[in-house]
T-cell receptor, first 115, second 110 residues
Framework: DTGVSQNPRHKITKRGQNVTFRCDPI?????LYWYRQTLGQGPEFLTY????????KSRLLSDRFSAERPKGSFSTLEIQRTEQGDSAMYLC?????????????FGQGTRLTVV | LAKTTQPISMDSYEGQEVNITCSHN???????ITWYQQFPSQGPRFIIQ???TKVTNEVASLFIPADRKSSTLSLPRVSLSDTAVYYC???????????FGAGTRLFVKA
């Protein structure tokens, strides 16, 4: 297994367009997380899945954001009607049932630029 | 969720030992302390995790006093490639709503 994989690595989109990012977690991991990171800041939690169930959502996740993990494997994060403030790095992480509290494995991220 | 406080930045020279201390006064009984490293344009990478006393792995050591209200990440003999941002996190059992602060930017000079 090569770790957590995120696609695309970079995305440039015009304001108002919809974008979708994909995350493939480590295969045996049942927990999956999405974070957003802006320049100079630490990652901010967006949402968390255990298998296919979305168990937590941050207040940062406005109604323009939706995340799915339909079969408990890969996940998608969609942003509708993008705004310039959505420009950020979107990080995905996964962990397994046996992992301690905060031992998560991160992907390389998808850098979104809204112009 | 326990909040963490750590220095914004630190400078060091190659070959020196670097100690980064993190305060987490409101740590809960079930919380673990975890440190991540992040290079530019990459996702954070797990370094070390502990609950109490001392933990050591091939990369770093983690010192946690008895009251667990702080922790110190120790990087022995740093090199230029250790220049990165280091995050201290305190976990929430079962929740995994990991809260990252701004981290400590370590700059290692030749």
């Amino acid at each position: 297994d090569t770790g957590v994989s995120q696609n695309p690595r970079h995305k440039i989109t015009k304001r108002g367009q919809n974008v979708t990012f994909r995350c493939d977690p480590i295969s045996e991991h049942n927990r999956l997380y999405w974070y957003r990171q802006t320049l100079g800041q630490g990652p901010e939690f967006l949402t968390y899945f255990q298998n296919e169930a979305q168990l937590e959502k941050s207040r940062l996740l406005s109604d323009r954001f939706s995340a799915e993990r339909p079969k408990g494997s890969f996940s998608t994060l969609e942003i509708q009607r993008t705004e310039q403030g959505d420009s950020a790095m979107y990080l995905c992480a996964s962990s397994g049932l046996g992992s301690k509290n905060t031992e998560a494995f991160f992907g390389q991220g998808t850098r979104l630029t809204v112009v | 969720l326990a909040k963490t406080t750590q220095p914004i930045s630190m400078d060091s020279y190659e070959g020196q030992e670097v100690n980064i201390t993190c305060s987490h006064n409101n740590i809960a009984t079930n919380d673990y302390i975890t440190w991540y490293q992040q290079f530019p344009s990459q996702g954070p990478r797990f370094i070390i995790q502990g609950y109490k006393t001392k933990v050591t792995n091939e990369v770093a050591s983690l010192f946690i006093p008895a009251d667990r209200k702080s922790s110190t990440l120790s990087l022995p003999r740093v090199s230029l490639s250790d220049t990165a941002v280091y995050y201290c996190l305190v976990g929430v059992t079962g929740g995994f709503k990991t809260i990252f602060g701004a981290g400590t930017r370590l700059f290692v000079k030749a």
